[in-house]
């Protein structure tokens, strides 16, 4: 656990210390995140409207597209 981890509330040891679990979970495929949408970064405010409207079943996920200079 972070030393400042205890600054930041109860539950903020409880956190450090689930995370190698659920690291081995979803390393194993047992768990596996909802996703309710793929979206690029210019529609993160559509993504935040939707998610504060409520009714949504799982993440949105913001994607960005890159193109190298020539």
Sequence with gaps: MPANAAAHGSQAGWVWSQRAELARHAEAGSIRPVVDALRP????????????????QGEHVLHLTWTPRR
Excluded: N, S
């Excluded at 993504?47 to 949504?56: I, N, P, Q, T, Y």
């Design 41 to 56: 970064l210019d529609e993160i405010a559509d993504a935040h409207r939707e998610l504060e409207a409520g009714g949504v």
